[in-house]
């Protein structure tokens, strides 16, 4: 069984070179060394949990180092290996992920803390190198794929945990398709019913937009010629998606997806045109998501339009956003430096976090709410794009801004109203703020904002208020 999942691992390896095929076979025979005499609750060889890992992250062309990390993950936690071999063998960037993914020793935490600085130490150690939290996802989408062996009281709130922590982070990183499955395997565990439920309506559904498919594509490509469209697929949503989006009131005919995929950004604004010709239009339900780009992986156009009654949603995107989805990080790692990717995805929050959170387990409260929040777009009156939470208010918007701009906030305009500093901002909403020449920040705005910025900020102005009243 090992033999065949490293026979596998390495054809589907071929994309990299001679020389990092010889590195990756390095590592297997390290890691396979190191785990020798171990063996997983399913009774296989401990080594087949890092080669399947590796076996995952290799479906997205990981880079060398991601695949090598991959494979020692465990080393250290799990066998005498230290950081300072893994270093002298494979370098001090393999060496950094692997000590970013392995856990502190049981004994000295208590259980919830235990969980909380281990997510602390990922996180705050993933804003150098995204690739830690990247491997921390394969080993939990592999855990989530074996987790049927574990006892009920283990699968619950493993499953649960998964569904309001990683499948977000996958999001945020640009791993759908690992988002997608990590969704799917929780909510098959979490509700076993429901799940079972939404597998037979999505059968039921799947025969119907196949044949509208067939005919949305037949007139489209009909009238384009396919001078412009490179590639069509339909895509019925993820169980985990479809279960929300009907329990929020979502008509179930919308909710399957056809995408198109275009040779330049440019041809998704004409196909736009010829969809809009050919099928009645959704009135309402046009989205720009490449002039008003909130997310570096995804720019597309969306729409929705009327065929045989039923309502289709159309995904307009261009070849290197496909790329981006299918790839992920990995795509955008090809073109950056590691060190600002990384602090770009995950930075910001994590930065402001950690300066107002008092230990690991507030530490790990503010960062769910504040990295996996559904997202809004607002705007200056320059039209320049600010990407806040949902539920943020103006307060939260002026420190986004400019923190210096928000400590002398006197009122605000939204879409050209005056509205108090507290008032919840709304998708595309256009906000003006005006000042005086003083500070003028209230400690009650401590109660009201939602971004770790603005709370980090706020304190800073009134702890140094209280300490020159004292003085």
Known sequence: MVNDVKVLL???????????????????????????????????????????????????????????????????????????????HFGSQVAYIVDGLTKFEKGVFEKEEYSAVNTEKLLSMAILDIRIAVVKLADRLHNMRTLAIKRIEKKIPYANETL??????????????????????GFSYLNPPRYTLFKKIMNDYTQVYS???????????????????????????????????????????ELFTIHITTKTTLNCYIVLGTIHSLFEPVPNQFVDKIAIENHPFLKYLETKVKIEDLILRVIIQDEATKTYYEHGVFAKLKENDIQSLSNSLL??????????????????????????QKEITVFTPKMDVIILPINSNIIDFAYALDPSLANRMSFAKVN????????????????????????????????????????????????????????
């Not at 309001?164 to 395997?185: C, H, R, T, V, W």
Request: aromatic fraction near 10%.
């Open 416 to 471: 050209s109203e005056f509205q108090s500093p507290q008032t919840v901002l709304q998708d595309m909403d256009i906000i003006e703020i005006h000042t005086k020449n003083k500070i003028t920040v209230d400690a009650k705005w401590l109660h009201h904002v939602q971004t770790s910025k603005a709370l980090k900020e706020i304190m800073g102005v009134v702890n140094k208020s209280k300490k020159i009243l004292n003085f």
């Open 347 to 372: 930075g910001t929050s994590i930065h402001s976090v950690k300066t107002i959170a008092k230990n690991s387990i507030a530490f790990c409260e503010l960062i769910s709410f504040e990295l996996f």
């Open 211 to 253: 044949e509208i498919f067939n005919q949305f594509l037949h007139h489209v490509h009909e009238e384009d010629s396919s001078e412009f469209i490179v590639h069509t697929n339909w895509k019925k949503p993820p169980l985990f998606q479809l279960y929300n989006l009907v329990s929020e009131g979502h008509n179930l005919q």
């Open 10 to 88: 390495m054809y589907k390896c071929k994309y990299l070179s001679d020389e990092e095929k010889v590195e990756l076979q390095k590592a297997i025979e390290f890691s396979e060394k190191a785990h020798i005499y171990q063996k997983r609750a399913t009774g296989e060889p401990y080594v087949i949990h890092p080669l399947e890992v590796c076996l995952i992250l290799s479906e997205y062309e990981a880079d060398l180092t991601t695949l090598i990390c991959a494979l020692l993950h465990d080393v250290v936690e799990d066998t005498e290996v230290s950081l300072s071999e893994i270093e002298e």
């Open 164 to 185: 309001l922590f990683f499948s977000p982070l996958a999001e945020k990183i640009g791993l759908y398709k690992m988002q997608e499955e990590l969704e799917d395997l």
